[in-house]
């Protein structure tokens, strides 16, 4: 190999009577590998041994340009949505060295990697992490939730999120108890930026104009149906991820959107937060965990997983059912002072525990039932509300009170009224 080209370089390769034009990956180029990789138009890599070729270098990689960490970006009219950063799809590039896709790009390139905005308004970027969603636990909700809170004191005119999809539903549902008089709109894509398929663009254009209307909750903007038309507003706390990979992975469960937005004109479909007061209350305790019922779960595996936890959501079977063989077990758990919530795996549908008799023990061993709550939208509610107070009545009173909307049951909502 007669010239050494650099990665990111666009290369033409001869070998024998073959050529293959490509992009030089990087990471291939060290002295100790004998296999140069490049990554052909049709996505493919392909890896040709440096002695058997000729390279011609027919463009050198752009160097990559500085940005400053947060910037503003003037665009239409006098008003300006804040991005604050978290990482996920939305923000991440194809890794040439693996194929393998990372956060790698800031919010303020992220911005720039969408023109239409600027037809919008103006973009102010805070970047607070960037990371995949994967890797958030409940540290990160209350650094967000002290970051949005204080730009709402400032009186921003709106708030996007991008975040990672896998798990942007905890994180909007725990902003909605953290965070409260202000709106939040989370986004994300399936699909990272710098694919010609990104969902990315769609989805960012539709969450910023959601983020300029009066909504004063967190919310959810994601793509609403498979070709790139609309997205559905999901209330922060009652949506989930419901598709490893299609762009439709959001839904609303157990209800419907609360509003559909089309480039820049967003519908109300039902009744959702104005913005008032700002109020921050970002105490949470982090050890609740959740468990899943399963044939076969002992009371071992019970046992342990309370052992270090200051409250458990349970998903259950069916109505919100375990084996009548734990029933003991939790009841001593809650005897303990730690609260168990029951949720259930259907996910669609309330918890009922009058119907069977499991039901009926459950409930008199004092298992705590939020109607159709979702499970995640339970363990980080049940994380807030012990991080409020460790008494078990109070416990069950906030835990029963529909706080943030996350709770739709009508009937158990009348028996609380
Ligand atoms: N694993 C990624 C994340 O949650 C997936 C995504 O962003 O879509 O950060």
């Known amino acids: ?83 604050v950063g978290t990482g996920g799809t939305i923000a991440s590039k194809v890794e040439y060295r693996t194929g393998a896709v990372h956060p790698a790009l800031s919010a303020t390139e992220l911005a720039e990697s969408v023109p239409e905005l600027r037809e919008i308004c103006s973009i102010r970027t805070k970047p607070v992490f960037n990371i995949l969603s994967e890797n958030i636990s409940p540290s990160h909700w209350v650094t967000l939730a002290e970051e949005i809170y204080r730009l709402a004191e400032e009186g921003v005119d709106g708030i996007v999120v991008p975040h990672g999809t896998d798990t942007m539903h905890y994180t909007a549902a725990a902003l909605s108890f953290m965070l409260s008089g202000t709106g939040m709109v989370f986004v994300g894509a399936q699909r990272s930026s710098d694919r010609p398929s990104s969902d990315a663009h769609l989805n960012l254009i539709e969450a910023v104009s959601t983020a300029l209307t009066d909504i004063g909750e967190s919310v959810v ?35 419907s959107p609360l509003g559909k937005v089309e480039g820049s004109k967003v519908e109300w479909l039902k009744p959702y937060r104005k913005q008032s007061e700002p109020e921050l209350h970002a105490h949470l305790k982090e050890n609740v965990v959740m468990l899943q019922a399963f044939p076969g779960l002992t009371t071992e595996i019970l046992e342990k997983m309370a052992e270090n936890a200051q409250g458990i959501v349970i998903t259950g079977t069916g109505l919100g059912h375990v084996s009548s063989s734990l029933i003991p077990a939790i009841q001593e758990i809650i005897k303990e002072g730690k609260p168990v919530v029951m949720t259930s795996q259907c996910l669609y549908g309330s918890v009922n525990l009058n119907v069977y008799e499991t039901g009926r023990d459950l409930q008199r061993a004092g298992v705590i039932t939020l109607g159709d709550i979702l499970p995640e939208t339970a363990l980080v509610k049940l994380m807030w509300v012990l991080g409020r107070t460790a008494d ?26």
């Open 1 to 83: 190999m007669a010239k050494t080209p650099e990665p990111g370089d666009l290369i033409r390769v001869t070998k024998g009577k073959t050529t293959y034009t490509g992009v030089v990956m990087p990471g291939t180029l060290s002295g100790s590998s004998d296999i140069l990789i490049i990554k052909l138009s049709n996505g493919y890599n392909i890896g040709l041994n440096k002695d058997e070729i000729e390279v011609e270098i027919l463009e050198k990689a752009a160097p990559p340009l500085e940005k400053p960490e947060s910037m503003r970006i003037s665009g239409k009219g006098n008003r300006e949505v804040v991005l």
């Open 221 to 255: 903007v994601m793509h609403g149906e498979s070709s790139d038309s609309f997205a559905y507003i999901h209330r922060g706390n009652r949506v989930r991820k419901m598709h490893t990979s299609a762009r439709t992975a959001f839904r609303t469960i157990n209800g």
């Open 392 to 417: 078990m009545e109070e416990v069950r009173k906030i835990m029963k009170t529909n706080i943030a909307g996350e709770i739709e049951d009508r009937r158990l909502l009348r028996d609380l009224e």
